[in-house]
């Protein structure tokens, strides 16, 4: 069984680096990275290899994640509003669910805006109406 695990994993990187190749204009390697909280809003992440990241609770709105790489990246309370999500890879619902967006996000084809983010976003627009 751990030898499949290894052969798997290494045809998933391969396939990243071959997605992300002729996207990275610099190596943009945060694997595992601890970005706990981090403010990432607005950032150019595109083709950036977030595998493994812990993003729980950052900032990511507006952010640029086009192929970039996100395979097991811990989205928990992560704010992806308005954030283009649309090309990126290994990109899985459970992870969009556990994160908070609304209609501007930007998701690829396959996946589906959570629930959450449209009643968030009616009851955001409720409070500013007060």
Known sequence: MAALRHNINALLLRTSELVRADVRRQKMDR?????????????????????????????????????????????????????????????????????????????PPLLTRPTQWLSNARSRAGCRRR
């Open 31 to 107: 694997r595992g990275a601890d970005l706990i909280g981090a403010n990432l809003k607005g950032a150019d992440l595109r083709g950036a290899n977030l595998r493994g990241a812990y993003l729980i609770g950052a900032d990511l709105s507006g952010a640029n994640l086009r192929r970039a790489d996100l395979i097991g990246a811990d989205f928990r309370d992560a704010d992806l509003t308005g954030a283009d999500l649309t090309d990126s890879i290994f990109l899985v619902q459970s992870q969009l669910d556990a994160a908070k967006g609304d209609i501007n996000t930007k998701l």
